[in-house]
T-cell receptor, first 111, second 109 residues
Framework: DGGITQSPKYLFRKEGQNVTLSCEQNLNHDAMYWYRQDPGQGLRLIYYSQIVNDFQKGDIAEGYSVSREKKESFPLTVTSAQKNPTAFYLC??????????FGPGTRLLVL | QKEVEQNSGPLSVPEGAIASLNCTYSDRGSQSFFWYRQYSGKSPELIMFIYSNGDKEDGRFTAQLNKASQYVSLLIRDSQPSDSATYLCAVNGSGKLIFGQGTELSVKP
């Protein structure tokens, strides 16, 4: 069953805590992306990776970190430096600069 | 100037009417154009992509591209209440897709 999976569906973060959001794809896509969406807003690009072991900052990378050790996986860490992390986080994959397919998303809430 | 611009709406149309969603972009070098639909609380799903000038039809959906005017649109014929969602336009550029803010469509029964 091919697709993009994100986990967890909901994630709660305590003050000063780092949390990691998982994104896995078995579509053999080279490129993977992380977006943040706030209520009533569009998508904002956090980080993207077009090839294993390489990634680039998007428009709002501050307070976030990523790794791309495997083609299938692109985890996102929300660090304690991100002061307003509450949002809907979307992972996507696809051929570079072409169609992107989105995972179901993770909602991050701050306790 | 934003790289990809859409009217935020909401755009309200009666059931059975044609809904017209518009998008302009700033990078003349863009080659690929995409329309996504996003239901409230869900992730975006691809509706259509278009690469060449002109129209591309898929069922009730028609994408229109005019590269000279840097304009891409999505027409939804025979609009249904189930089409009520936010529609995102995306354009390729700078090694990634650039998304517009989205247009909220409401189809009234």
């Amino acid at each position: 069953d091919g697709g993009i999976t994100q986990s967890p569906k909901y994630l709660f973060r305590k003050e000063g805590q780092n949390v990691t959001l998982s994104c896995e794809q078995n579509l053999n896509h080279d490129a993977m992306y992380w977006y943040r969406q706030d209520p009533g807003q569009g998508l904002r690009l956090i980080y993207y990776s077009q090839i294993v072991n390489d990634f680039q900052k998007g428009d709002i990378a501050e307070g976030y970190s990523v790794s791309r050790e495997k083609k299938e996986s692109f985890p996102l860490t929300v660090t304690s430096a991100q002061k307003n992390p509450t949002a809907f986080y979307l992972c996507a994959s696809g051929p570079p600069q072409e169609t992107q397919y989105f995972g179901p998303g993770t909602r991050l809430l701050v306790l | 100037q934003k790289e990809v611009e859409q009217n935020s709406g909401p755009l309200s149309v009666p059931e059975g009417a044609i809904a017209s969603l518009n998008c302009t972009y700033s990078d003349r070098g863009s080659q690929s154009f995409f329309w996504y639909r996003q239901y409230s609380g869900k992730s975006p799903e691809l509706i259509m992509f278009i690469y060449s000038n002109g129209d591309k039809e898929d069922g009730r959906f028609t994408a229109q591209l005019n590269k000279a005017s840097q304009y891409v649109s999505l027409l939804i014929r025979d609009s249904q209440p189930s089409d009520s969602a936010t529609y995102l336009c995306a354009v390729n550029g700078s090694g990634k897709l650039i998304f517009g803010q989205g247009t909220e469509l409401s189809v009234k029964p």
